[in-house]
């Protein structure tokens, strides 16, 4: 990408990097200064001497990485470093999500992070903010993607645990134990059967919990004594748990998938699931589109996902346009199963469907 001399943030090895301030925004190497926009695992990553978080993301942060030396702000609280003012907006992804606006010596930059602008009831909603370039990221920059509202696809849902749970069969829905997890549980009608989860998703369901986040009871495995209560359960867990002796617990269970790729026919073909549930913790490609308007930017720097896609549609609305090459998303899939549970949609995106070679297929 063309570089200006005056640039806010520059990519450099150890990820995005604001030179007059002499910070990070969600390195992946470990630095002094880290500004992290939300806690999953590609985003916020161990190791930095010192975090800088929005408050509503450090109980999160903290239970995903222990102990760390974080400083929580609040929305729009304004930081000052080495005369760059720093302030967290809410970006409606996960719990705490936060975009990050850079001021510095009359200009303006928003790292956006991931996130949503159709607001849900388990983080702050997405807040446009003015700025004179927009770092997007553009995981479901594609135009076949497009969300129908959330509350058509938690009906399906619910249609699906209502039916299996009437049939005598737990309905076992796989989704991202941070984000995904909270937002089904806050979703779905409660009422149905009992909800279980995975000893995965409960630490982050505290961490909702202590955050005010109004979350139905959970209980784990163990806890449901009534076995033939079992038969009626919602069991949330992460994808990792497919085919694993954990998910053997649940005979006969009907499975599902909750993801934004379940857009892709093939993404569910391969996950070899009952069900796929199209729903994102990301923004659609309106919703980017919706997004970057909102920052009346002219310059727009392009992070993980469909780059070129998105890049070539902005440039013939007449922007500058560029492209960040990071590390965030595509290094942790296929890494299911192993110590670090992949988080987030980026996490699942299919093999071969990366950068400029969507190969989706419609429904
Ligand atoms: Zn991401
Ligand atoms: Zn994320």
Request: hydrophobic share 40%.
């Amino acid at each position: 990408m063309r570089e200006h001399r005056e640039d806010l943030v520059v990519e450099t090895p150890s990820g995005l990097y604001c030179p007059p301030g002499d910070f990070y925004i969600d390195p992946w190497r470990p630095v002094d200064r880290a500004v992290i926009t939300h806690a999953h695992a590609d985003h916020a990553r161990a190791g930095h001497r010192h975090y800088l978080a929005s408050a509503r993301s450090v109980g999160v942060l903290r239970a995903r990485l222990g102990d760390i030396e974080v400083q929580g702000v609040g929305w729009g609280e304004r930081v000052v470093h080495r005369g760059v003012a720093v302030s967290l907006h809410p970006a409606g992804h996960v719990l705490g999500s936060a975009q990050v606006r850079i001021e510095h010596a009359g200009r303006v930059w928003v790292v956006s992070g991931d996130y949503r602008v159709e607001a849900d009831p388990t983080c702050d909603a997405f807040e446009p903010v003015r700025c004179d370039c927009f770092v997007t990221e553009s995981t479901f920059g594609l135009p076949i993607y497009r969300w129908q509202p959330q509350q058509a696809v938690f009906a399906q849902i619910d249609a699906w645990w209502r039916a299996n749970a009437e049939a005598g069969r737990p309905s076992l829905l796989m989704g991202y134990s941070f984000g995904k997890a909270q937002r089904l549980l806050a979703g779905v009608e409660a009422s149905i059967g009992p909800i279980v989860v995975h000893g995965a998703v409960e630490p982050i369901n505290r961490a909702y919990r202590e955050a005010g986040i109004a979350l139905p009871p959970t209980h784990s495995v163990a806890q449901v004594q009534d076995k033939a209560a079992l038969r009626r359960a919602l069991v949330i867990a992460p994808p990792s748990v497919q085919g694993s002796a954990w998910s053997r617990r649940f005979p006969e269970a009907s499975d599902a998938f909750a993801s934004g790729w379940m857009r892709l026919r093939g993404a569910r073909r391969r996950r070899g699931v009952d069900r796929g549930f199209v729903l994102s913790d990301h923004a659609d490609w309106p919703g980017l589109l919706e997004a970057i308007a909102a920052t009346g930017a002219q310059r727009v720097i392009v992070t993980h996902g469909y780059e070129a896609v998105m890049v070539r549609w902005l440039q013939q609305q007449g922007l500058e346009a560029g492209a960040f090459r990071t590390e965030y998303g595509d290094e942790q899939f296929g890494a299911e199963g192993g110590a670090v549970e992949p988080q987030g949609d980026a996490a699942a995106r299919p093999v071969g469907a990366a950068g400029t070679g969507p190969q989706a297929e419609e429904e």
